[in-house]
């Protein structure tokens, strides 16, 4: 590793002035589910940019515009960053300490909608950037992509990667995001399951009917959707959908030594959601962290019909619904899914129940033992203090699908996020602490990436 | 049938001071779901009676307070009226074209929360004792039982039945409610299914979790609550509830020839609700009749889970919950069939699942033959001129089993109501023509039984 006194001085010598390039990006709101803010959000990414000098262009989509940024370096190498511009509603406001759109910094921390997820990551390599260039050129070639649609499931993303192969073309990627564990340990996020989350809903009366009326005679939109929902997974668990688990690859050797490397989780769990029992018989230890991220879920989100107010209302509900999230393992395919499900409620009888498709993310996992992960693994090391943990796939699902398969790149993760960053939720923050690691980190990726 | 000319010259002639006297009782809003006004409106019942020259007691219980008032008559004989102050919420207020507790009448209708269920019963009922009071003493003992919380299940009603045997005796009862249907023919309604009401609850954890997260591995309360629903009932529509069905008496000849005397309802229920088929493999005719109110329901009234709003959420939900109501039929038992559905839950391993009682009353019924609905009936059609139709059970419930069981009373309906009476909905209303013809028919029914 170089010697990278001089770009940490940088680092930390222009840190406020950072924070306050972040102040000004959180300040603008950027709510893709609410459409708010989204343009005026990605002029102010490509400004962000281009005051680098790169060369940025805002792309259209038929939702957020997308923004492609690229500037050259000493070696032919092309890192890409991929980030996001867009924020999750900031509601319920009441629960905020300050303004969601107001950061401010207390305790070595800075509040605000976005901060964390992902507007920090993105100020934080610009700042790795500016401290490399202070210095002379870029080391290597560097592009951004960034996006205003993560929140919503990107659903225009991969199109926009799959029709823009050259403009991305690039040897390796950096996620989003990243960070570190409860006890400080950076972990390298190898791999994201797929997703494929569907709306099952039936509607069979013009309007709700007294159930002493209807009830005897009339179909029951609840009745029918629990009937449905019971035939696609039994009470031991196993999803019922022919054909659902064709594609699963189990955890490699590999997969397994390096699951049992990371911290058990059991006890967290029990203390952090109150679980009360792991379902499938698990006790804990590795067979419960791999079955965690390894197996593919149904999970029911949600169930809407009829009465729910408190007491009793005698109603016959015209509709029924649920939502239901398919957490997807490599090979599995969303649109497959989707067939499968449609094809399994039909032979059910439930022709009735129609599907929405609310969005899909094909699983993709990078090689632990890639050499661009070995690079940045080992320039954690060297910030962090601590060796980084590899993670080879977890539960969480996004885009990376395209960036794996049709750019045919590895793809790592880094960044500043940690248990309590709140991401989602109000109060949502960043430890300042490591803002400026993540800063540092980038930086040396960038400088051993070009050698 | 005696000759009515006095008496409904008097009817008619003192319409409009009777229609003020039930715009005033309207005008006192008594919601019990929301506990408003009950304790004023109860008195307003008192007073009421008392200016009829009733005596009038106001028990309190522990929820709403019961009116109960008696007036001798000239015969040994007694008829109770039961009827209630209590009115529906009158949410949503924007859908009504006049406030709802400022009574106002439009095109020979009044329009008001609670101005048909049960506030105009009970006035009408009061015009009938006036024209009678008004050629000299009432011609039979006359008790009122008027309670506050029949919107709410009756909860205290049976229980101050039960203990209040001997201030109750009577030798007949008319029921709160009646009416006519869409020809205008009156309907004698001679028995109500009881009801079960619960509410199926089971929360796993303390929080909802991100289903990346716990999908793989933490118990969903969602699908415990879809796995312990579907062991209710099959797609057949057949209760599985071990000894569910054990007390159900089937409909004897009379009840079938007296169903089959009735108007059919498949078409009607097509037009009006949009049913797309009836279950059972029901076509219509004397079958659907009798199956809708002689066979006993499971019927899901609401479900809530998670995540409710538009779009996606992944979330893994910490709680979910059913409200399921049962229509039971004689001699079902509410608190039997809260019995074996804890029972039946616990066998199949959902002792998770938490069983709140919501509600019940017992089914009841009066035989179609007895002299006091002979009675009724013929009064009847020297209002309406059209013979009273006999209906045997009708889907709906009510606390009438006290009346008949304890009391021992053959209970009569009769009443204004019609098909667009609107009824726990926006724009509530009377026919006043009904409203005339309701209190006709109860002067006929008090003399007629004085006899």
Known sequence: MSDYKKVDTYLESKLDSSLDELKKFVAQPSVSAQNLGLKECAAMVADMLRARGFSATIYPTAGAPVVVAERKGKSDKTLLFYNHYDVQPPEPLELWESPPFAPEIRDGKMYGRGVSDDKGHLVARLHALDALLAEGELPCNVKFIVEGEEETASVNLVGFVQSHLDLLKADACVWEFGGVDHTDMPLQYLGLRGICYVELEVELLDTDVHSGLGGSIFPNAAWRLIWALNTLKGADERILIPGFYDNVQPPSARDRELMAALPDVEDEYKTRYGVPYFI?????????????????????????????????????????SAKVDFRLIPNQDPQDILKKLRAHLDAHGFTDIKISDLGGDAPARTDPDHPFIKLVVDAARDVYEKPMALVPLVGGSGPSHPFVHDLGLPVATAGMGYPNARIHAPNENIRIDLYLKHAQHMARVLREFGK
């Open 280 to 320: 499938k018989g698990l006790k804990g230890g590795n067979e419960l962290k791999l079955e965690e991220v390894f197996s593919p879920t149904c999970t029911i989100c949600g169930l809407t019909s009829g009465y729910q107010g408190p007491g009793s209302k005698t109603v016959l509900p015209k509709r029924a």
